[in-house]
């Protein structure tokens, strides 16, 4: 099972510069969330969604868009890429209605870096 | 508004200690989830343990155990005889019940760092 894939693993941005984080699930989870590590600031959660065609914003919204069209997939836009953007995201699946209720599974993370 | 406190940012232990991490929340909510995570230094985030705000039952998985006092508003997690491979970054988070599993508000995290 592939789980939570992100991708890419890694990028390098410049400021001002767009991009579109993906984030796909296979478990067939209604719940998505995104979330940003910083040092010192543990994660922090900045829009999830808990089924298609419902986003919510989190802690950290600022400088972020989602949109949610399928189940599987909850890609994360950056619209001008700024420095104090640059940190690690992860994203996360989970649901209500499975053996594993409520647990978030987590991808492996975007290392992001915008110069 | 909800909230996390680990207020360790960092413990050192030598191996075989025992060693208790502390996570204090705050929420409005009646009903709602609360969770342990680790991250090893390879970076990926392990679920370890989920408690329902309605069950005060503490919990012992191994050398693991949590202490959830819905009184004191707490939700602390011991390792028993440590062990290097215990060296992680633990994240406390903290959830509503209609969101469950998403929609977490972490903690900033305890470094842990296990010597041999």
């Known amino acids: 099972n592939a789980g939570v894939t992100q991708t890419p693993k890694f990028q390098v941005l410049k400021t001002g510069q767009s991009m579109t984080l993906q984030c796909a699930q296979d478990m067939n989870h209604e719940y998505m969330s995104w979330y940003r590590q910083d040092p010192g600031m543990g994660l922090r959660l900045i829009h999830y969604s808990v089924g298609a065609g419902i986003t919510d914003q989190g802690e950290v919204p600022n400088g972020y868009n989602v949109s949610r069209s399928t189940t599987e997939d909850f890609p994360l836009r950056l619209l001008s890429a700024a420095p104090s953007q640059t940190s690690v995201y992860f994203c996360a699946s989970s649901s209500p209605n499975s053996r594993d209720s409520h647990e978030a599974f987590f991808g492996q993370g975007t290392r992001l870096t915008v110069v | 508004a909800q909230k996390v406190t680990q207020a360790q940012t960092e413990i050192s232990v030598v191996e075989k200690e025992d060693v208790t991490l502390d996570c204090v929340y705050e929420?409005?909510?009646?009903?709602?989830?609360l969770f342990w995570y680790k991250q090893p230094p390879s970076g990926e985030l392990v679920f370890l343990i989920r408690?329902?705000?309605?069950?005060?039952q503490n919990e012992i998985s191994g050398r693991y155990s949590w202490n959830f006092q819905k009184s004191t508003s707490s939700f602390n997690f011991t390792i028993t005889a440590s062990q290097v491979v215990d060296s992680a970054v633990y994240f406390c988070a903290l959830s509503e019940a209609r969101q469950a599993g998403t929609a977490l508000i972490f903690g900033k995290g305890t470094t842990l760092s296990v010597s041999s």
């Open positions: 408690r329902n705000s309605f069950d005060e």
């Open positions: 929420t409005r909510d009646t009903t709602y989830y």
